[in-house]
């Protein structure tokens, strides 16, 4: 088990578009493993792959109170999308920004587990709009993409400053 760097928007790598995992192998169970300590650890409900630099279409979550219910999207689909819902969204990448996003309510989805076996998932509310943020990294996608330029610039310009002072420090 190990810790992995999350990377801080605006790191361009957080852009990558991730590839289809076509190898279910030890290594994925062991990045699977260390995606899910990285997670808890941060604390977050959510971690994709393309957050600690692995450009792979793969996320972890966990959006349970009691942090006992972990679950891994390997090469999610959404299926069936519907409803709205407006939430204010957090991102690890991020880091201490809130902003309110809008997306779909239900979904369906199909992904595969560490094993390669498909399932699918029906949800809604807050694991939804989960999976729907992680999802939006593998595609090189941050929350912040959906509030004004203003708004982005202003976060990015704060976190490049907070950056350069841990750089001194
Ligand atoms: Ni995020």
Redesign the pocket.
């Known amino acids: 088990m190990a810790l992995l760097n999350i990377l801080h928007f605006p790191d361009p790598r957080l852009r990558t578009i991730a590839e289809a995992v076509t190898n279910f192998d030890e290594d994925l169970k062991t990045l699977v493993s260390d995606m899910f300590e990285t997670m808890y650890e941060a604390p977050?409900i959510?971690?994709?792959a393309t957050?600690v630099d692995v450009h792979k279409r793969l996320l972890v979550m966990d959006v349970s109170e009691d942090k006992n219910d972990p679950k891994v999207l390997i090469n999610p689909e959404i299926l069936e999308a519907e409803g709205e819902e407006e939430m204010d969204?957090?991102?690890?990448?991020?880091p201490g920004y809130y902003e309110t996003v809008r997306r779909a309510d239900k979904i369906r989805i199909r992904a595969q587990d560490v094993n390669g076996d498909f399932f699918e998932i029906k949800t809604d509310g807050l694991e939804a709009v989960c999976i729907q943020?992680?999802m939006?990294?593998l595609q090189g996608k941050?929350?912040v993409d959906y509030i004004s330029s203003l708004k982005r610039d202003r976060i990015r310009k704060k976190l490049e400053k907070l950056k350069k002072q841990g750089q001194r420090a």
Request: hydrophobic share 35%; aromatic share 6%.
């Open positions: 977050g959510g971690l994709a957050q969204e957090g991102c690890l990448s991020v943020h992680e939006d990294h941050l929350f």
